[in-house]
């Protein structure tokens, strides 16, 4: 069976640069806060998941001051985003997992309801797909898995808007792909998903 990788993409949780638009309702510190907690709990459930290596992608590089003092948890593998937008981000290490024989799930920190159990159902549905995605409410997606790479689905993105996830299933279409849609799930974006999106440990006050 093709080995699963979950690749998390994640900024370092530096008040005034991660979850800007939170911060009129939680301060640069309690974002910061928010964002660092998100952090955990997706490497939680991605490791609970069980279904294959754990790499978490960084922005700025591992080695970088930002992530000082950061605990992570033992097992991830570790690499930088390097540089261009989402896309050449997400394309390198979606592309080096394949080459590498592996299958691989690219997933953010945004989304609570990306639990270990919807990351297992992904990567077993991957088994007998080309791809599968978890469409977001905003119409993006928190996960994307492949099994094979193609740069279109990374290239010429409109990134942050509603039009990701339908243009993503367009281009796998064109691809002639096997696609699995899970579960239409809810980022933490906006100061109205605060509401929605129940974080364990963290209170929004």
Known sequence: ???VRIVIFAKAPVPGRV???LIPVLGAAGAAQL???MLDRALAQALTAT???VELCMSPAPD???????PFPAGIDVSDQGGGD????M???AQRAVARGEAVLLTGTDCPDLSAARLRLAAAELAGHDAVLYPAADGGYPLLGLRA???SLFEDMPWSTPAVADLTLKRLAALGWKVWVGDTLSDIDEPADLLRGAIPGFRVV
Request: charged share 25%; glycine share 10%; hydrophobic share 40%.
């Open 1 to 3: 069976m093709t080995p």
């Open 19 to 21: 979850k800007t638009r």
């Open 35 to 37: 964002a660092a907690r």
């Open 51 to 53: 279904v294959g290596p």
């Open 64 to 70: 970088a001051p930002e992530w000082t003092g950061i």
């Open 86 to 89: 989402l896309g050449a981000r």
């Open 91 to 93: 394309a390198r290490p």
């Open 149 to 151: 790479f193609d740069a």
